[in-house]
């Protein structure tokens, strides 16, 4: 295996699995104190941090590869839990009403998660790369920093225009 790659599975399956979760989560709208917000909010900043630690160790071409399979993962889930949910429920199982009303929101939620991240996520890696260039590689805390918070609010603005 080529060192350089050493950890790029591990940060690729706990993308995708940060994705996935994330999208799960913002199904269930909750109170913290004076905030509310949707559940996946908790655990999707991270999903942000694996994306410049991507770009910024592994390069733009290479964090976008492992941005689309976390695409296409989300829309399997999306598309499986629609299936499940159109399935007629085993005749001694009482909770077809409940699996629609939280995962059956899971299709909007992915729809408005995919579009917000893919818009979010990709500023944010041209941001990242951008920035890397100008600075000739230095000062990693502004690069990460400053295009993780473009990223948030694009990812944010979109996010909940579409799914609420």
Do not use: C
């Amino acid at each position: 295996m080529n060192k350089s790659f050493k950890h790029l599975d591990t940060i690729t399956a706990l993308f995708v699995t940060v994705l996935l979760i994330s999208n799960v989560a913002s199904t269930k709208i909750v109170a913290f104190g004076p905030l509310t917000f949707d559940g996946g909010t908790i655990l999707f900043p991270l999903s942000y941090i694996f994306g410049d630690i991507l770009t910024e160790v592994y390069g733009y071409a290479r964090s976008r590869k492992v941005i689309w399979l976390g695409v296409v993962a989300a829309l399997m889930l999306s598309a499986t839990l629609m299936i499940v949910e159109a399935l007629p429920p085993a005749a001694d199982w009482p909770n077809q009403e409940a699996y629609s009303k939280i995962l059956g929101l899971t299709p909007r939620i992915v729809t408005a998660s995919l579009i917000a991240y893919f818009a979010g996520e990709f500023s944010n890696s041209l941001v990242l790369a951008k920035l890397k260039l100008r600075t000739n590689g230095r000062y990693l805390w502004l690069r990460t920093i400053g295009s993780t918070l473009l990223g948030q609010i694009v990812d944010t603005v979109l996010f909940i225009l579409i799914a609420f």
